[in-house]
């Protein structure tokens, strides 16, 4: 047997199982390639294939793209508390270094910081935590009621909030709760519509 015949006959030899330049350029003439280099007629893949254009994610009919405020309800919550906590530790150590200066640096002192940062990081934890669960409460209802989602249940949702946080303080502390619970989601709202509003100014002026 001629081992060169052999030899050049056999393509489907060593060298094509580890990637060897069996195939010549006019063996590949007939492969169509797209934008990719001749390594083997098998690895010719068109990348308009792997575009996806469409969204990657399935949704059941009539779902919608976005969270709604149930779903948001828990993270608002949870950030609120993480927050408040946070706050209240800094403020708690500020206020223990400040009330404990006069202190060296010995256990008792130690003691009263430590003890005024968790009672503070609690304290605004707790706060914080149960506006954003009235304020979630509030939304819920609110958006149920009305068969929709707009800002105007956000504007709503944090006037209730602010008036029923401050209902123990009679009349004037329920207008006062109302009108900062009011001022707030107002302007949380503006800053959340800010870039249609600049959009809407920005297409007016052309006409």
Known sequence: MDNN??????????????GGSEYS????????????S????????????????????ILPTGASKTR?????????????????????TLNGLRMGLKETREMGWTKPRNVQILNMVTRQGASWAN??????LLYSIFGVAIEKARGAE???????????????????GGLKGVARGGLVGLAMSGAYALYSNWNHIRSG????NLY
């Open 201 to 204: 100014s920005s297409t007016s």
């Open 150 to 168: 707009d800002d105007i249940n956000t504007v709503a949702a944090g006037t209730l909030t602010g008036m029923l946080f401050k209902s123990t």
């Open 127 to 132: 706060t914080l935590g149960s506006v954003a």
């Open 5 to 18: 015949a052999a030899g050049s006959g056999g393509k489907g030899g060593f060298g094509s199982l580890f």
């Open 25 to 36: 350029n006019t063996e590949l003439s007939g492969v169509p390639l797209t934008g990719m």
């Open 38 to 57: 001749p390594l083997s007629p098998y690895l010719n893949v068109d990348p308009r294939y792997l575009l996806q254009e469409n969204d990657e994610f």
């Open 68 to 88: 709604g405020r149930f779903e948001l309800a828990f993270f608002t919550i949870g950030g609120c508390c993480i927050t408040g906590a946070a706050f209240g």
